[in-house]
């Protein structure tokens, strides 16, 4: 069981907007910055947001996030076919003294 | 830019151990500091403990305490991550990943090795 929750899959149509939540607690979203990973399957994941909503070096404006109090989200606009892939939320628990993911999230472009 | 590269899949035995290496091009690995993530088949990602080099220091997630070892070697650019008393279900692809944020309490992992896939069975 993850110590952050994600939906386990969202859809949505090309050129649409989706949204992925991660819900913590007040000892990881809470005190820590929030990232999120794009993995295609086979590969290794890729960093997409850091700090909570800075976008890694190379990846699109289309891709967005935010951060409240005890949950993040991530946005993706414009969506692509090459957008599907699984997301995962990432953040340090200070009360776990470690790093804490979500359960991932799969993204199908319908 | 720093690129990393791990060995090879490997197949083990439960009770024995494996030592997977990411070698680090690009800077000398003691300017960064290290993870090493799991992720089980069709599971999520798990983190498993990290190294700070310059302080020879290391944090292990309390599930792996006492059978994982993580450690670099500057003159070959290269981390290590050991995980000893293999069990069925330490069947993972590893990866090892530079972190990023405070020194001790990573936030993001940038970049990440291409991982290695690890196979318990007896």
């Known amino acids: 069981q993850s110590v952050l929750t994600q939906p386990p899959s969202v859809s949505a149509a090309t050129g649409q907007k989706v949204t992925i939540s991660c819900s913590g607690s007040s000892s990881n979203i809470g005190k820590n910055s929030v990232a999120w990973y794009q993995q295609v399957p086979g590969t290794a994941p890729k960093l997409l947001i850091y700090?909570?909503?800075n976008r890694a070096s190379g990846v699109p404006d289309r891709f967005s996030a935010s951060k409240s109090r005890t949950s993040a989200t991530l946005a993706i606009t414009g969506l692509q076919t090459g957008d599907e892939a699984e997301y995962h939320c990432g953040t340090w628990d200070t009360s776990l003294s470690a790093v804490v993911f979500g359960g991932g999230t799969k993204l199908t472009v319908l | 830019q720093v690129h990393l590269v791990q060995s090879g899949a490997e197949v083990k035995k439960p009770g024995s151990s494996v030592k997977v290496s990411c070698k680090g091009s690009?800077?000398?690995?003691?300017?960064?500091?290290f993870s090493w993530v799991r992720q089980a088949p069709g599971q999520g990602l798990e983190w498993m403990g990290g190294i700070i080099p310059f302080f020879a220091t290391t944090n292990y997630a309390q599930k792996f305490e006492g059978r994982l070892t993580i450690s670099t070697d500057d003159s070959t650019t290269t981390a290590y991550m050991e995980l000893r008393s293999l069990r069925l279900d330490d069947t993972a692809v590893y990866y090892c990943a530079r972190e990023g944020g405070p020194y001790g309490s990573p936030q993001w992992f940038d970049p990440w090795g291409q991982g290695t896939l690890v196979t318990v069975s007896s």
């Open positions: 690009g800077g000398t690995v003691s300017r960064y500091t």
């Open positions: 700090d909570n909503s």
